[in-house]
């Protein structure tokens, strides 16, 4: 009875045994079918690495076989990204200038592994930041103050253009720059805010004078019409019109002129229509020294009184 006994827990021993081993194994070829595989991203591309050796071959979004526990793969991020610096520079006429500037760019898939061995994945603070703030003060320096601010765009561009030239060699695209701030010191703030105060009021003094002027020459113009006006006027004036014009109006009465000492004195209308008409017999005037009534003599009323 005792040896049936025992060879039961002998049969029951080697089949733990077995049983334990299976697990292991099955547990060992899941972990090697698991690290066998691995998937890259969205997005993103794959390095390969063979004992910490980079290789030149770089996996693309899916999913890739790999030696496991020999290889490795590092994914790298090739999706748009945006860094951001903040650059201090001298202008050309010697003003600091503080700009932000705003960087999107990307790295390149082909390039991933290059970045990834020369580089590592700190490559915006290495590369990107500091070749962002050389391509600022490079540019900064050859416009003034007021350029940068009035040329914004154009100087933009520039920095753009010197930025892809020093960091395309790495793989690194650049999508878009922009200048999100420009930044100048109080004291040239302050002079920027007089000169436009200084360059208001010689506006409005040029403004007013311009409008001086044309009331002047308003005012001659005028002027020069009056006077041209009464030229005319008084060259259409002769002496037969005043004395047309006389007649034209005259009652009948004849007019007296009282002279100082009380006496009265009768102006002859026929010796001033006769001298007229002598004065211009040959002119159309003559025909008032023939039409004009006749007007008698008249003789001083005081000696008719005493007689």
């Known amino acids: ?158 920095m753009m253009e010197l930025l892809k030239d020093k960091i395309s060699t790495y793989g690194i695209e650049i999508q878009i720059f922009n200048i999100t701030a420009f930044d100048f010191t109080d004291e040239y703030n302050a002079a920027i805010e007089a000169k436009q105060t200084a360059q208001q009021n010689a506006l409005k003094a040029e403004q007013d004078l311009q409008r001086i002027k044309v009331e002047a020459e308003q005012k001659i113009a005028q002027a020069q019409a009056e006077a041209e006006a009464y030229r005319l006027k008084s060259e259409q004036i002769t002496p037969e019109i005043l004395i047309s014009n006389y007649i034209e109006k005259w009652d009948g009465k004849l007019p007296t002129v009282v002279s100082g000492d009380s006496g009265t004195m009768m102006i002859d209308l026929s010796e001033l229509l006769k001298g007229i008409g002598t004065s211009s017999s040959s002119g159309s005037t003559s025909t008032y020294n023939q039409t004009a009534p006749a007007v008698p003599a008249l003789t001083d009323q005081s000696d008719n009184t005493e007689e």
């Open 1 to 158: 009875m005792a040896n049936n006994n025992s060879n039961v827990v002998n049969v029951g021993g080697g089949s733990v045994r077995k049983i334990v081993t299976t697990v292991v194994i099955l547990l060992i070829a899941a972990i090697v079918v698991m690290n066998s595989f691995t998937t890259v991203k969205a997005g993103h591309s794959g390095v390969v690495t063979t004992f910490g050796k980079v290789s030149e071959t770089v996996l693309a979004e899916g999913l890739h076989f790999k030696i496991p526990f020999i290889q490795d793969i590092i994914l790298i991020d090739n999706r748009v990204k945006k860094a951001e610096a903040n650059c201090t520079a001298a202008s050309k006429d010697l003003q600091t200038v503080s700009s932000t500037i705003a960087v999107n760019y990307k790295v390149l898939n082909s390039y991933s592994a290059r970045v990834y061995k020369d580089i590592g994945m700190d490559y915006e603070a290495v590369i990107i930041t500091p070749s962002i703030q050389e391509c600022v003060k490079a540019v900064t320096a050859k416009f003034t103050a007021e350029e940068l601010i009035t040329n914004r765009q154009a100087i933009g561009d520039q």
